[in-house]
């Protein structure tokens, strides 16, 4: 009996090559190919007044020079707002090479194409380029001043004003028992894969054709963008993403003008031309994420139910708005999180500053919700002296409150209702995980010894599986291999081996036999990409319809062969049996071959196939009206809505009040991502958000000055977790399968990152009784605020510290 | 301005057992001889300036971030990549590393592009050890505590180090 493998902790597929040293990243291709650098802006705000090139024209070695001047047609065009809103009235977005003005510290403004990488740099360092400054913006409260402007057509700053309500807010605050209100930041970090980002191409001037290697996480959108923007036809370009060292956001963004220019390159010069970002291009130039102020005023009963909920936020995005207010969008919508809230409104304003734009960082949007949201619970707790749990529990949305709307529109423009979930169970398992009602207890023992010991929770709900759709394409060849592919790419969430356990249990054939290819436009071209927790959900569903179509027509042959009705006959270890009739067989692999009308005896499976052949129906054409040659199937999954997984996670911190170090002693998290795939994988994705989320709430922070000049622009200065700064994590599941797909899955990709700040936040509160009011926080900060006596302080009661 | 003239300088180097000869340009990173001379494109580059560690390979047993060591410096010396670290079998096969081994069983790794480094310095600091003895946790810290890892957060390879030091006590045995 084929073993089901769809929830069991199988050992990844992907692992081999990548252990040996057999992967393909993208830098890992192409070896000889011309290499592209670039120049890059050094002011955050200038105009270009002279680009001289002469003295790099005489280094050996350097085959081309491109400024703006050498872009034509639509590459000559600003490049696209993926992703319009009507509220976001005032997109804007760069040129592939910047064209007067340069927006950010890192926009490119040439780009060289030498013999190789070193050349290619020395030529970069012969450009001159002359600029005259120009006034500079950083943080959004100097955007909201608007004292100077980031465009000069946009004198306010102001890209979009994103606003949802649900009732009249300011009547129901004013009805309210109690209402209180506070302001909070939340500053930016970045997605950082160790992987930068890469783009090879390979122009063949015999038939017109491009073929682009680029570390992305939408291969078809990619293609779609070069298409456009080189004049290409569709079918001319093939865009692939090979291994990808890890992605987490910044490679959704589609196209970078390096994919665009390193193939225009390529095509011009008639030679492969390769770039490799290297780091700090990647800190300059690629995306970054979080940076927010939120203004929330919140009312509530004397049991400490929320009343009314207004939440003022402001959202730097940056220089450029590629990817439109989908981070505000998804933060405004993700904030209410598990609770019930019957009256809430948002208001974010996504504003321009010179630095680098700002697209979604796993999590997008959301760990700033959730802080907002959490954040309040906590407060409401300490004004009215609850416990922060008890808060929680009687905000929460009822299990029989399924599905729920929030009465908001979502970040797919669908509206915000939960389809399924059991709130109440995460808080029980998380208080029992964490040990919550010892924490008093704790707190004493860890004073004994000196420490300052916290606690804090933070609970999420999280929008997955976004449509429009994914596909799938299952084909069993007369070899007995499967073949499976789907569009969008993977960057190490192990996709290989989720969907060959998808394809193994829906069609009953052993994994070895299974290939997976993602990402690969010239095996399955309509794709959407890899964000918002989407893959398994999508994908995952889409190639378990595939497999269900071929399943279906593997029957319907084996049945004519085998004399026998559709619904006796089993698929178990690739084998098309009669139910209960040994004997009453054929292999899977015989029917693939069968189910092909052109037989050449080209190999043994041919040749045995003939013996099932039956004689042909002169009456009927060999394919049958409305049949295929082959045993494939193609199929597409298309929800009507997100699907909404959840969580909760708490912290316990120890501070040593001589060097304010901030110890996070235990973390623990209750995850809720519906069905399970592979427990092995989810856990991972875990594991690394929960990292991304200590670091997030207390190391990583883009220091930009006032000129725009990022001051940490290196792994020696941004501060991302070593195995010493994260956490040993404990992890509990519940699983609430989602109605709204056939597998019953819900994303887990970002969950683990989104509550890290919140709940770090209320942890580090917790432990030295003072209002954490932005993050992340750093001992220095911690030191600060301990000693300033102006501190707003936490009611004692709530915390056990003296006031 | 005149033109840069690049030096270069012909090197033995003994990789992965297999002794090479090549000519690099002086300022040519060990990293890129590796990656774009020899083609041996298991080693990856993260940060270039040494820090991540995802660079890391064996000169002469130790430990060494490739980008930050320049090509020339490993003239006569023996330098050992992810691609050497599996021994052959004799029979058109090969023998994982128990880092390896215990990379997969463990999942400690997601997208693979630091697990090179994190394999070789692994390898290196285990054998390094008495292997007879237990592994304690100072150690497992000790040796996974100087590479950046963006997928897992590093329990499945702390877990992983624990496992191979397992089985190379095993194997001792």
Known sequence: MTTKLFGEPVRRREDLRLITGRGRYTDDIGHGALAAAFVRSPYAHARILDIDVDAALDVEGVVAVYTYEDLYGPMAEPLPVLIPHPQLTAPRTGYPLARDVVQHVGEAVVMVVATDRYVAEDVCDRIAVSYEELPVVV???????????????????????????????????????????????????????????GVHAVWNHDDSSLRVHTSTQASTSVRAAIAAKLQLSLEKVEVVAPDVGGGFGVKIVHPWPEELLVPMAAMALGQPVHWAEDRREHFISSAHEREQRQEITVGYDDEGRVTALDVRGWHDNGAYTPYGIIVPIVTATQLVGPYAIPVYRVRIDSVYTNTVIVTPYRGAGRPQGCYAMERTMDRIAQDLGLDRAEVRRRNLIQPDQFPYDHHLTFQDGRPVIYDSGNYEGLLDKLVALVGWDRAEERRAEAAARGKQLGIGMAMYVEGTGPGPYEGGHVQVLGSGKVLVSTGLTSQGQGHETAFAQIVASELGVPIEDIEVVTGD??????????????????????????????????????????????????????????????????????????????????????????????????????????????????????????????????????????????????????????????????????????????????????????????????????????????????????????????????????????????????????????????????????????????????????????? | MSTPVQTERAITVTVNGVPRETTVPVRRLLSDALRHDLQLTGTHVGCEHGVCGACTVLVDGTPVRSCLVLAVQVDGKEVTTVEGLARDDGRGGEILHPVQEAFRECHALQCGFCTPGFLMTMAAGLEARDTSADITEEEVDEIVGGNLCRCTGYANIKKACRHAAGLMKEAGQ
């Open chain 1, 139 to 197: 943080g959004v409260d100097a955007a909201r001043e608007a004292v100077h402007s980031v465009h000069s057509d946009v004198p306010d700053n102001v890209a979009a004003r994103h606003h949802q309500e649900t009732g009249d807010v300011e009547a129901a605050l004013a009805a309210s028992a109690h209402t209180l209100s506070f302001t909070q930041y939340i500053e930016r970090s970045a997605c950082m894969p160790m992987e930068g980002k």
């Open chain 1, 521 to 803: 436009t010239r095996r399955f071209g309509y794709a959407v990409g890899t964000f918002a927790s989407r893959a398994a959900v999508m994908s995952g569903n889409a190639i378990a319809l595939a497999a269900r179509g071929v399943r279906a027509k593997a029957l319907r042959i084996a049945a004519d062969v085998l004399e026998a009705d559709v619904d006796d006959l089993e698929i178990d270890e690739g084998v098309v049996q009669v139910k209960g009739t040994p004997g009453a067989s054929i292999p899977l692999r015989t029917v693939a071959v069968l189910s092909n009308p052109l037989r050449y005896a080209f190999d043994e499976a041919a040749r045995q196939a003939t013996q099932f052949a039956g004689p042909g129906d002169d009456s009927k054409p060999p394919v049958a009206v409305g049949d295929a040659p082959g045993l494939e199937h193609v199929d597409y999954y298309s929800p009507i809505r997100s699907t909404f997984a959840s969580g909760a996670h708490a912290a316990v911190v120890e501070i040593d009040p001589t060097t304010w170090e901030i110890d996070v002693v235990d973390y623990a998290v209750v995850h809720d991502c519906g069905n399970i795939v592979n427990p092995m994988i989810v856990e991972g994705q875990v594991h690394g958000g929960v990292a991304q989320g200590v670091g997030g709430a207390l190391y990583e922070r883009m220091a930009y000055d006032a000129d725009g000049q990022l001051q940490n622009a290196s792994f020696m200065d941004f501060l991302m977790p070593y195995a010493s700064e994260v956490p040993d994590v404990v992890i509990d599941h519940q699983e609430t399968p989602s109605p709204l797909n056939p597998l019953g899955l819900k994303g887990a990709g970002e969950a683990g990152v989104i509550p890290g700040t919140a709940c770090i936040a209320s942890a580090i509160e917790d432990a030295v009784g003072r209002r954490i009011a932005a993050m992340p926080i750093s001992p220095t900060e911690l030191y600060d605020l301990v000693r300033n006596p102006d501190a707003e302080r936490v009611p004692a009661a709530t915390t056990g510290v003296p006031a």
